[in-house]
Every structure is written in structure tokens, then in C-alpha cells.
């Protein structure tokens, strides 16, 4: 499953409405939802009929898949996702085997969800933790790695309120070669918060530059977005992603040229398991061209020719 990040990356840290560890009184269980927008964890209480692991986890699932007596609160298993089975082995992990539709939400919808059920799960004693299966298949990042065995603490209930899931990725950035004229790829390691998108995080660190990456040679790489660019918004539709810059986008480095400003962001990108083509705006509108010499108005593909082979980025 495809989730964009991750994939996840806009911008949306996920919240949870109230920490169930300030009601010190009560020590019963909890069922997990989504509040009224959609936009955070909420809970409430709830004491179950069933008293061995079994009942309760098949009485907890069903719980999330029907509405809750708070009018404000959704269920976290939608109308279109069944629970196909689910397997609980000695170790205490939790296999729930979910049908093909839950492929069909992605990004901070499908992490708010995700945490509702695994924490409402994780409360029953004999169960450690919790994995997903979609039609049968491990559930996986937005970068396609398996997500695996997943925690209450995985998403992690603070002080302020935040309830955020990190996960590991490499994105592969494209920064311009020292002469201008070609492109370099270099694998950047990230732990980032599942709640923004990958696309998003991406463009950033192509912003921030390649010296802000450790261990790269400066004499290597130049950077490729100009100075004062602003990512406006950035989202992914039918495998196209939709990058809008401000107008300092526009204003193309002098050491380098349009093709190689232009498939930094392009080949990026397209790495990316969500993004088989680029398109740009400047400030929500279409520009015809990028520095009176490429036509821009068109979705990008990605552009191999531009990359140079052999290169060490490391100054080690």
C-alpha cells in the first residue's frame, strides 16, 4: 500500500484530543476513533462483555467498525474495510488481516487510523503488538518498506498533546553536479513523522540544499532551488505530483542550468513509489516557460540523462 508519506508529510501533525493517562481514576479500557474533522485521535470509554483475548480483541475490532455512542467521535475502521481474520501468536503479536479497501486510505487518514487501532488493541494484556495485512500483503510505508509490528508507544502521547508515528527512509535527492550541467544522486537517511508526506519532505531538503547534508563533499554538489523559494503546496494525484512554488523559483541559479533546476525536483521526485510525473505552478498559476529556454506548462518525467554515474558525494 502506497501511503503518501511514507507519506506523509500538508502538513498535519496527528493529535489526540486528551491524554487517557491525566484520567488517573479510571483504569478500564478505551476504544480509539478519529474526532468529528478527521483530524486527530480522540477516545472514550468503554467496558467489554468478553473477559478472555479472543472475545476482546474480536469485540474491540467490531467496536472500531461501528459508530461510537460520542456523536463526535468516527469509527477508525471505515465501512468498506472488513477484518478478514486475525491471528495472535504466543509471542503476543497481532496479525490483522484486512480486505483489499484499506489500500484506499493513505497518508495522515490512514496513520490516525492506524493508531486508533493499534492503541485500542495494545491494551489487551497478551498483546504486545499489532501488524497490518492488506489482502493478504504486509502493510508498507510510503517509501514500500514493510511497516512490521507496531506499538502503543509507536505513537507517542505528549505533554502537549502530540500524537506523532517516526519512520525510517532513504530519499534519493538529485543536486547538481560543481559544473552546473548534470545532475547527482545522493541518498539521504531520514527518521521523519509519518504524519507528513514524503513529496513534501523531499522539496525541503532540496531547498535546504545539498551542504546540509553530513558528509558531503562541497566541492561535489551545488544546490539547485533558488534562494527564497517557498513551497506553497505541494500534493499527489494519480501518480502526478503537483508542486507549487512562489515566483523566487523562477529565478534560476546562474551556476547552473534550467534542465538541471527543473529534474533536481523532477528526479527527485519520481523516486518517490507515489510520483510518476511532476507538474509545476508558480503561486497557483501556470508559467509557459522556465527561464525563457524549457517549456513548463507540461508534467515532467523523470530525466536519467542528466545523471552523472561514479560520482563520490562523500568528502570522506
Known amino acids: 500500500m502506497k501511503a503518501s508519506p511514507f507519506i506523509l508529510i500538508c502538513i498535519l501533525t496527528a493529535l489526540i484530543c ?21 483530524t486527530k485521535v480522540s477516545y472514550e470509554k468503554y467496558t467489554p462483555v468478553s473477559t478472555d483475548t479472543s472475545g476482546l480483541i474480536s469485540e474491540f475490532l467490531d467496536k472500531m467498525s461501528n459508530e ?46 492506524r493508531a486508533a487501532v493499534v492503541k485500542t488493541l495494545c491494551q489487551i494484556p497478551e498483546v504486545a503488538g499489532v501488524q497490518f495485512y492488506i489482502a493478504g500483503q504486509p502493510l508498507t510505508s510510503s517509501n514500500m518498506e514493510a511497516v512490521g509490528l507496531m506499538y502503543a508507544q509507536d505513537f507517542i502521547d505528549n505533554t502537549g498533546g502530540e500524537t506523532s508515528y517516526k519512520q525510517n527512509a532513504t530519499l534519493n535527492m538529485y543536486f547538481a553536479s560543481n559544473k552546473g550541467t548534470s545532475l547527482v544522486e545522493v541518498p539521504v537517511e531520514i527518521t521523519y513523522d509519518a504524519s507528513i508526506p514524503l513529496e513534501q519532505l523531499a522539496i525541503e531538503q532540496l531547498m535546504k540544499g545539498p551542504y546540509s547534508i553530513e558528509g558531503v563533499n562541497k566541492k561535489t554538489l551545488l544546490p539547485t532551488i533558488p534562494e527564497g523559494t517557498r513551497l506553497h503546496k505541494v500534493t499527489v494525484k494519480e501518480n502526478t505530483c503537483y508542486v507549487d512554488f512562489s515566483s523566487e ?10 534542465d538541471v533546476a527543473i529534474y533536481s525536483v523532477v528526479n527527485t521526485l519520481v523516486e518517490l513509489p507515489t510520483v510518476n510525473k511532476v507538474q509545476f505552478s508558480i503561486d497557483g498559476e501556470q508559467v509557459l516557460e522556465y527561464s525563457d529556454t524549457v517549456k513548463f506548462g507540461e508534467p515532467f518525467e523523470r530525466n536519467l540523462d542528466l545523471v552523472l554515474s561514479g560520482v563520490s558525494v562523500s568528502e570522506y
Open 18 to 38: 486528551t491524554s487517557c493517562e491525566s484520567d488517573e481514576k479510571y483504569d478500564g479500557y478505551y476504544i480509539f476513533g478519529l474526532d468529528a474533522n478527521e
Open 68 to 113: 461510537q455512542k460520542d456523536m463526535h467521535m468516527k469509527k477508525a475502521i471505515p465501512d468498506d474495510v472488513i477484518v478478514d481474520d486475525y491471528v495472535l501468536s504466543e509471542e503476543g503479536s497481532l496479525s490483522i488481516y484486512f480486505n483489499s479497501s484499506y489500500g484506499n486510505y493513505t497518508g495522515v487518514l490512514e496513520i490516525l487510523r
Open 249 to 258: 523559483f523562477l529565478n534560476k541559479r546562474k551556476a547552473i542550468t534550467a
